[in-house]
């Protein structure tokens, strides 16, 4: 069995690894810039849109049905 906790230590290494990596894609492919913008942009928003979930905020029960199940499977509300 693995809990969620199990994966908590690997974040600062994820967290360097994708900061060299979008350093290395900025410098050697100037070009993409531009996508590694959208792609933070859009990790920080879905981190903003569900972070109220993730740290037992209170609210509505009406934005969690209709905003944040985007699959049938998921449990986000007891």
Not at 38 to 50: D, H, P, Q, S
Request: aromatic letters at 24%; zero cysteines; hydrophobic letters at 55%.
């Amino acid at each position: 069995t693995v809990f969620i906790y199990h994966y908590f230590p690997s974040v600062p290494f994820i967290t360097v690894m994708l900061g060299y990596s979008f350093y290395n894609i900025v410098r050697y492919k100037p070009k993409m810039k531009k996508f590694v913008y959208v792609y933070v942009a859009v990790a920080i928003g879905l981190f903003a849109l569900f972070y109220p979930v993730l740290s037992g905020q209170p609210v509505s029960l009406e934005f969690v049905e209709n905003g944040l199940r985007w699959l049938t499977g998921w449990v986000l509300v007891l």
